[in-house]
């Protein structure tokens, strides 16, 4: 999975999907950097769609 951004809510779920598959990655293997990756791009959506009160 390569992106910069997410910018659907497709890409969201899609996004979602595959941290599930990448849970419990070694850090520094490139399975752990994905994650942490992904981590930041659904953060980032999550901060810009789901705002806190």
């Known amino acids: ?3 910069e951004f ?3 809510e497709s890409e969201y779920q899609d996004a979602l999907r595959r941290l599930d598959t990448l ?3 070694p850090p520094g293997s490139p399975e752990g ?3 942490q990756a992904l981590l ?3 953060a980032a959506y999550e ?3 789901f705002p806190e009160d």
């Open 23 to 25: 849970t419990g990655a």
């Open 33 to 35: 950097d994905e994650l």
């Open 47 to 49: 901060d810009d769609h």
């Open 1 to 3: 999975m390569q992106y």
């Open 6 to 8: 997410l910018r659907t």
């Open 40 to 42: 930041d791009l659904v």
